[in-house]
T-cell receptor, first 114, second 114 residues
Framework: NAGVTQTPKFQVLKTGQSMTLQCAQD?????MYWYRQDPGMGLRLIYY???????DKGEVPNGYNVSRLNKREFSLRLESAAPSQTSVYFC?????????????FGSGTRLTVV | GDSVTQMEGPVTLSEEAFLTINCTYT??????LFWYVQYPGEGLQLLLK?????DKGSNKGFEATYRKETTSFHLEKGSVQVSDSAVYFC?????????????FGKGTLLTVNP
């Protein structure tokens, strides 16, 4: 089925470890996004890529880096994980240049940092 | 900047009750407005949308009308079912240069009891 695929679905890290969350979409969307979801905070934008070859910071970028590998793939890297990064991470994609059509979301990665 | 305020939950209803979840927004220009739904353990799914003032979005018995004069986009359903239990997010897509980013409210948890 067409959509956004995130891996892994669950991950436990120790403080200071690094990891990369993977995201791929097969809808030929130009724009991709990483959000984190925390209780009582809703969804907060970490980084986004409006088009292949560009990335920009969102609302909460500290402690994260991203790579837009190609049009399909957008990865999120935690270089040195901290307990404050315990969260559910969602990747999303949308058609270029407009939010009229909204996003398509992946099913999320539940990350725990101990 | 853009912002979305939605009623805090949790909201608990009996089956067949009437549902209203309030959502108001602050944005410049003419944003598009969305409601997303998140079922337990899943990602967000687009429920309905409206792209201009006085538009009514509808899907699966849910409705919301874009009211520019009151900057509101309240979600309603005439008769809820147990299967409607989920978290509901109101969101907006800004106009102009930021029109590919969605700003979300904090979400409202709805529980429907048989």
């Amino acid at each position: 089925n067409a959509g956004v695929t995130q891996t892994p679905k669950f991950q436990v890290l120790k403080t200071g470890q690094s990891m990369t969350l993977q995201c791929a979409q097969d809808m030929n969307h130009n724009s991709m996004y990483w959000y984190r979801q925390d209780p009582g905070m809703g969804l907060r934008l970490i980084y986004y890529s409006a088009s292949e070859g560009t990335t920009d910071k969102g609302e909460v970028p500290n402690g994260y880096n991203v790579s837009r590998l190609n049009k399909r793939e957008f990865s999120l890297r935690l270089e040195s994980a901290a307990p404050s990064q315990t969260s559910v991470y969602f990747c999303a994609s949308s058609e270029a240049g407009t939010g009229v059509h909204g996003y398509t979301f992946g099913s999320g990665t539940r990350l725990t940092v101990v | 900047g853009d912002s979305v305020t939605q009623m805090e939950g949790p909201v608990t209803l009996s089956e067949e009750a009437f549902l209203t979840i309030n959502c108001t927004y602050t944005a410049t220009g003419y944003p598009s407005l969305f409601w997303y739904v998140q079922y337990p353990g899943e990602g967000l799914q687009l429920l309905l949308k409206a792209t201009k003032a006085d538009d009514k979005g509808s899907n699966k018995g849910f409705e919301a009308t874009y009211r520019k004069e009151t900057t509101s986009f309240h979600l309603e359903k005439g008769s809820v079912q147990v299967s409607d239990s989920a978290v509901y997010f109101c969101a907006l897509s800004g106009s102009g240069g930021s029109n590919y980013k969605l700003t979300f409210g904090k979400g409202t948890l709805l529980t429907v009891n048989p």
